[in-house]
Nanobody
Framework: QVQLVESGGGLVQSGGSLRPSCGASGITISKYHMNWFRQAQGNQREFVAS???????NYAVAVRGRFTISRDNLKNTVYLQMNSLRPEDTAVYYCNAVYPSTARMYWGQGTQVTVSS
């Protein structure tokens, strides 16, 4: 059974930092494209950042230069370092895993990030 469990969200003031993590079980994250998405209240879920199985990094324009995605293969965990947070970053952040050859996809349950002004 595959599980993606996010943690590390919370409440932070504008300009602050958080580092949510996504612990995986049932899959080996280094074989997957690992992604972070977010969904603000009333909005559609949107892409934030990804690290491919080949360790290629990609970021949404809105977070480029402020957020960094990384993974620890030994811990089978993906991280999203978020710096210089803004109120518009407030959302539920979801971890997503996609197997490259089949596009089989898994989602975590999400972690709330709230940035106060």
């Amino acid at each position: 059974q595959v599980q993606l469990v996010e943690s590390g969200g919370g409440l932070v003031q504008s300009g602050g930092s958080l580092r949510p993590s996504c612990g995986a079980s049932g899959i080996t994250i280094s074989k997957y494209h690992m992604n972070w998405f977010r969904q603000a209240q009333g909005n559609q879920r949107e892409f934030v950042a990804s690290i491919t199985n080949d360790a290629e990094l990609n970021y949404a324009v809105a977070v480029r230069g402020r957020f960094t995605i990384s993974r620890d293969n030994l811990k089978n965990t993906v991280y999203l370092q978020m710096n210089s947070l803004r109120p518009e970053d407030t959302a539920v952040y979801y971890c997503n895993a996609v197997y490259p050859s089949t596009a089989r996809m898994y989602w975590g349950q999400g972690t709330q990030v709230t940035v106060s002004s």
